[in-house]
């Protein structure tokens, strides 16, 4: 089993950054890709970002594309969004997940494992 535990959330202001963080417990995640989804109010939960478990490959949604940075430490067990140049429509929770593959992907059914979520406010 593993535990996600999520981190950084916050309020800021639009165009400002914020940097999440997803500390893993209960077994390496070296071997996993890595994902980051997010959930506004109302809405369905959509993909943001993956990274292999090499950290040499990643994906993004279109929405978050040369704002967002994915990043993985193996060695801290830990992965990372990086988000800049924030926007009101990024509000959301944010989720971390585990995927007992090597390679990234989009979608939510192939992750197996999910933290509980850390909430980012951005404010126009």
């Known amino acids: 089993q593993v535990q996600l535990v999520e981190s950084g959330g916050g309020l800021v202001q639009a165009g400002g950054s914020l940097r999440l963080s997803c500390a893993a417990s209960?077994?390496?995640?070296?071997?996993?890709?890595m994902g980051w989804f997010r959930q506004a109010p109302g809405k369905e939960r959509e993909f943001v970002a993956s990274?292999?478990?090499?950290?040499?490959?990643?994906i993004y949604a279109d929405s978050v594309k040369g704002r967002f940075t994915i990043s993985r430490d193996n060695a801290k067990n830990t992965v990372y969004l990086q988000m800049n140049s924030l926007k009101p429509e990024d509000t959301a929770v944010y989720y971390c997940?585990?995927?007992?593959?090597?390679?990234?992907?989009?979608?939510?059914?192939?992750?197996?494992?999910w933290g509980q979520g850390t909430q980012v406010t951005v404010s126009s």
């Open positions: 997940a585990a995927r007992v593959s090597r390679w990234p992907r989009s979608g939510q059914s192939e992750y197996d494992y």
């Open positions: 209960g077994r390496t995640i070296g071997g996993y890709a």
């Open positions: 990274i292999a478990w090499t950290g040499d490959s990643t």
